[in-house]
């Protein structure tokens, strides 16, 4: 079992910039893909970004050019860098595990941004 735990939300003006950090505890299956998700009000879950074991990388294209996401394997943590943000990305944002073992999601993370 892995336990997520999403920091560095807030809330920040059109145009600024986020790092949200996702802490891995616990058993970390290998190989696996990390992911970034998001859910605004009223709206479904969508896949932000995604990096495997690897250090490959895919985004939303909503996000293409604005976020970057990174792993630490060292540290077990994965960071989404947000910039050039838009009230738009305003939602929470959750980090998810997914190895052969199963998915494992944290709890979220408040993104805010003001226009």
């Known amino acids: 079992q892995v336990q997520l735990v999403e920091s560095g939300g807030g809330l920040v003006q059109a145009g600024g910039s986020l790092r949200l950090s996702c802490a891995a505890s616990g058993s970390i299956g290998s190989p696996n893909t990390m992911s970034w998700h998001r859910q605004a009000p009223g709206k479904q879950r969508d896949l932000v970004a995604t990096i495997t074991s690897g250090g490959y990388t895919n985004y939303a294209d909503s996000v293409k050019g604005r976020f970057t996401i990174s792993r630490d394997n060292a540290k077990k943590t994965v960071y989404l860098q947000m910039n050039s943000l838009k009230p738009e990305d305003t939602a929470v944002y959750y980090c998810?595990?997914?190895?052969?073992?199963?998915?494992?999601w944290g709890q979220g993370t408040q993104v805010t941004v003001s226009s």
């Open positions: 998810r595990d997914s190895d052969w073992r199963g998915v494992f």
